[in-house]
């Protein structure tokens, strides 16, 4: 293995530079996909990207990848993760991901490096799923899990069309997607739960993703006065919203293993203190790392919502929003990782994510890993999301050795 390192320094700098724009306070950044926070981050990492002297594209679905020659043609070492927040994002949360590749290849050209195989550094649309559904949009798209027509024509929390505002911010690419597949991918990014910092373990070599389940339930009750309409005559929207919310929690609890549950949306109308809601809108993300059971989960929230709308009287329309099976990455890559890990003497150990990813989405169809670093208090879609220096600077030089040793394998 090469004694190579990257510079801790110029990475932080790129973090925090990326940071300023859509800066939260508290320190956190909401860079929601496709507004203009995300073009101005785009615009930002672009010119990085070609300062660096990446041969940048943008695909049709407004993936940009920075490629560097090899000695050979093909396909290249891909790294990369996105630079979309949530509303309530971190600064590290994807952004390391990409950074940390930027990092990968100045360390490279410094040292005067051609690999063998072309290396290429992404970032990928929309994988926070937070603006537009579903999650990892331009990663799945270029995998060929989801359809570009569909994605383009997505409509967003906020009424836009995913594809009318990828063409306003000038990111709607005329490379073919998937035009560049990739030999191999390594994505680097903040584990956004705490169980390599409770272990006191620097990196997670990570085994695979759990599957994702987003449901977005609608529904159509009636309206009426929350003093005189009697309890028998209720057609109550709020209340099962409600019910829904309180059924996830119930079924996680109920399952335990590695069931998830969460309700992020509960949206009511009027949603006033003393009128019966009409409507209302609620949202379910199930997950497991096990496929059977993340079934099991559907199946008895599906049931649990039919008996709902029939007590209640109500009607209740189920809107899939994301449906991604369990993933488990390619072994070589697992191990490859935990290896670089013990050769640069830090300690680690194997592990499923919980978020989900842009490299889940590459896992079918190239040898894909994953590097977590420990996150602060187990803290992220907050501001308060926090990675020390010395865990990053740990996290970026695995990345670098890994896509080095298959960059020339
Ligand atoms: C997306 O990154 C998610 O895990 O929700
Ligand atoms: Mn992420
Ligand atoms: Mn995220």
Known sequence: MSNLLIDIDRLLRRIRALGEIGALEGGGVCRLALTDQDKAGRDRVVNW?????????????????????????????????????????????????VLAGLEVVETLNDAGITTRHPIAVGFFTNEEGARFAPDMMGSGVHQGALSLEDCLATVGIDGATLGDDLARIGYAGETPVGGIRARAFFELHVEQGPVLEEAGVDIGAVTGVQGI?????????????????????????????AAIATEARHIARDMGGDQVATSGVIDLEPNLINVIARSAKVTVDLRNTDEYRLQEAERRMAN????????????????????????EFDDEMVTLVAATAETLGHS??????????????????????????????????????????????????VLLQVMLSVAES
């Open 213 to 241: 389940s987003w449901t977005q339930y609608t529904i159509a009750g009636t309206s009426n006065h929350a003093g005189t309409t009697p309890m028998r005559l209720r057609h109550d929207a709020g209340y099962v919203a």
């Open 304 to 327: 649990h919502v039919a008996s709902l709308a029939q007590n209640e009287g109500v009607e209740i329309t189920a809107k899939t929003l994301a449906r991604f099976a369990p993933v």
């Open 49 to 97: 990207m070609r300062e660096l002297g990446l041969g940048v594209t943008i695909d049709r679905i407004g993936n940009v990848i920075g490629l560097r020659p090899g000695r050979e043609d093909g396909p290249p070492v891909m790294t990369g993760s996105h630079i979309d927040t949530v509303a309530t994002g971190g600064l590290y949360d994807g952004n390391l991901g």
């Open 348 to 397: 680690h150990r194997r592990m499923p994510s919980g978020a989900g990813h842009d490299a889940q989405m590459f896992a079918p169809n190239c040898p894909t890993g994953m590097i977590f670093v420990p996150s602060k208090d187990g803290i992220s879609h907050n501001v308060r999301e926090y990675t020390a220096p010395a865990e990053i600077h740990a996290g970026a030089n």
